[in-house]
């Protein structure tokens, strides 16, 4: 195949008959042509409802109603929303453990926010390099946070048992410093943690997408077959996503977006400021892994707990167009001739220049996205955790203060702003010097 053919084919007279070569020549430039045409006017993409609970809890509703409520997807139907509720509450009880973890847990351990202690390890001893000790970071001396609590019981416990040779014990008995082993691999990790819920954020702005360019229509969500033969089931019948009435377009934004969206939101913190709070290589690599099990709880629930019908269901609804033919500068390709089409064709490529637009174009949305929101997320948990140490010219922990009790409540792990935690008036800890 020519790769220069679709530059090099110029147009037959309609006086002439063409060559075998020529009739070739064309038939893989409008190949070209219906290609590239067909990508541009399909720019906004389609939707396909999520074979998860959250697309079972939108569909099922919409097929039963179709159906008048059929007593077999009426059941189907509330069968699927009991499993939304069920994952909504097992996705947030894992993130508020985890919430509870870093902000209440780890804090009667005495431990502080890791911030920047021991980034750049290799420059110290020197500007920037102390720890939360007291003492200048090396690396012979950092350690993970289990490590240097262990190493600082056993001094303190040395002093409880020897209290007139402390002295000799601060002059002997080194506990280390607390640090982070590569600053680079947690910012690495965390944006790997951060590419799962970009793609969950993309499925949710497609959802939203979906309902409002749907018509707000008590429309038919299963279409008669009559070219397949009787076979029962959903072989004979063509499952499309069509009109929804106002009211589950509400009732869907309420209880199946907006959950969605607030799980995602404290996602992406729990997991960004548990992330950022671990201090080993090889930890952070695992959790950032480990993490994306909560973010595909609901793929597992409907994987492993619905039923097959269900999820068969789910599957074969056709997806639905999210572009609009008549908006597209070729109209509705699937009414234009075969030399409608290479027009159409000739007068893009007539076009084409290597502008700013094609400059945008070719960067990869997505991934700068991600990277975005991953800068976005870094940031929140220094502004929350972390001040700007000038005389060692890294981040380092605030004060920390003991919480008042252990209980933390699911409003205050969704809402911490608006519900914070109660604290004590002194902190445990502050940064020595």
Same mark, same amino acid.
């Given at each position: ?97 985890? #919430? ?40 012979? $001396? ?8 262990? $190493? ?39 944006? =790997? ?44 019948? $063509? ?21 969605? =969206? ?7 913190? #729990? ?98 996205? #991600? ?35 252990? =209980? ?26």
């Amino acid at each position: 195949m020519r790769s220069d053919m679709q530059d090099t084919y110029k147009p037959v007279p309609l006086t002439e008959k063409p060559t075998q070569d020529q009739e070739m020549q064309r038939k893989q430039h409008l190949a070209y042509a219906k290609t590239t045409i067909g990508i541009t006017m399909r720019e906004g993409g389609t939707c396909k409802v999520e074979e998860t609970v959250y697309g079972a809890a939108i569909v099922m509703p919409q097929m039963a109603r179709t159906v008048g409520w059929d007593r077999t997807m009426t059941i189907m139907a509330v069968r699927a929303w009991f499993f939304l509720a069920l994952n909504c509450m097992m996705q947030s009880y894992l993130l508020a453990m985890l #919430s509870k973890e870093e902000n209440v847990m780890d804090l009667f351990a005495g431990q502080m926010n890791l911030c920047d202690f021991g980034a750049f390890v290799d420059r110290c001893p020197g500007p920037g390099c102390k720890g939360p000790g007291g003492t200048d970071i090396t690396a012979s $001396r950092m350690y993970n946070w289990d490590s240097f609590l262990n $190493r600082n019981f056993v001094k303190d416990s040395f002093k409880a048992l020897f209290p007139d040779r402390l002295e000799d014990i601060d002059r002997l008995v080194d506990p280390g410093e607390y640090g982070v082993e590569s600053y680079w691999c947690r910012f690495m990790c965390c944006f =790997v943690f951060m590419i799962p819920c970009m793609q969950e954020l993309n499925i949710i702005l497609k959802m939203m997408e979906l309902f409002y360019k749907i018509p707000s229509a008590d429309e038919a969500w299963i279409e008669a077959r009559d070219d397949l033969p009787v076979l029962g089931g959903i072989e004979e019948v $063509r499952l499309k996503i069509a009109g929804m009435p106002m009211k589950w377009k509400v009732i869907n934004l309420v209880f199946v977006i907006f959950p969605k =969206v607030a799980l995602w939101k404290l996602t992406c913190e #729990s997991g960004m400021t548990f992330l950022m709070e671990t201090s080993g290589i090889q930890d952070i690599i695992v959790n950032s892994v480990a993490l994306t099990f909560i973010v595909s709880l609901d793929q597992l629930i409907m994987s492993a707990l619905m039923s097959e019908e269900t999820r068969n269901i789910v599957a074969n609804v056709e997806d639905y167009r999210l572009w609009d033919p008549t908006t597209s500068c070729v109209g509705d390709i699937a009414l234009l001739s075969d030399d409608e089409i290479l027009e159409k064709h000739e007068e893009a490529q007539a076009l084409r220049s290597c502008g700013c637009k094609d400059f945008i174009d070719i960067l990869p949305f997505k991934l700068f996205a #991600s990277l975005l929101l991953t800068l976005l997320f870094i940031a929140q948990y220094y502004i929350k955790y972390c001040k700007f140490d000038q005389e060692n010219f890294r981040f380092v922990s605030k004060d920390v203060y003991l919480p008042k009790t252990t =209980v933390m409540r699911w409003y205050q792990a969704f809402l911490p702003t608006f519900f914070p935690l109660e604290r004590a008036d002194k902190p445990y800890w502050t940064m020595p010097g």
